[in-house]
């Protein structure tokens, strides 16, 4: 990829092969579909269009060859922000075609404490996201060039310890 992309967005539009990302947190609950965590926290039924603009960007990347694929680092037992972003949020992007995978961290140790979060696209570029400590988003970061090999082994090392969500959520999930 060469793009002079210096926006997360930008990375999105012009990334060629792969968009990986990195989740560390248990609570994202108030960086985004804060309205559909609280419809999910009543109970009620996930509604059809529930993230129909994600899903359709993915759709976007996948039907042209390109993966978009995450690690999610975590512990049992699950918050309620989890059970909702793996029910909700993780199944219905794999329509999109987005795949997942836990690195369950609760009987083990964690291979990648103090990383953040982060995006990496084409193993070129790297976006680290940056949040407060009630999980609200707050920016993302696009680091230099020479920081995307040690992004690219975080990336690598999330991908060795972890399994695909389908087989963790049929053993683990709400």
Known sequence: MTS?????????????????????????????????????????PQPEDYNAGWVEELRSHTENGKRVYRVHILSRPLTDYLCFELGWGYRKNMTGGEEFFILDVTDKPNPLTGVPDFWCFDSESVAVMNYDGAGKYLSSEILEPERVAEFTRYRDTALTHAEPFTEWWAKYGA
Request: glycine residues 10%; negative net charge.
């Open 4 to 44: 002079s992309s210096k926006t997360l967005g930008g990375l999105f539009d012009s990334f060629q092969r792969e968009a990986f990302r990195l989740e560390t947190l248990n609570d994202y609950s108030k960086s985004g579909s804060v309205d559909a965590y609280h419809a999910y926290l009543a109970g009620e």
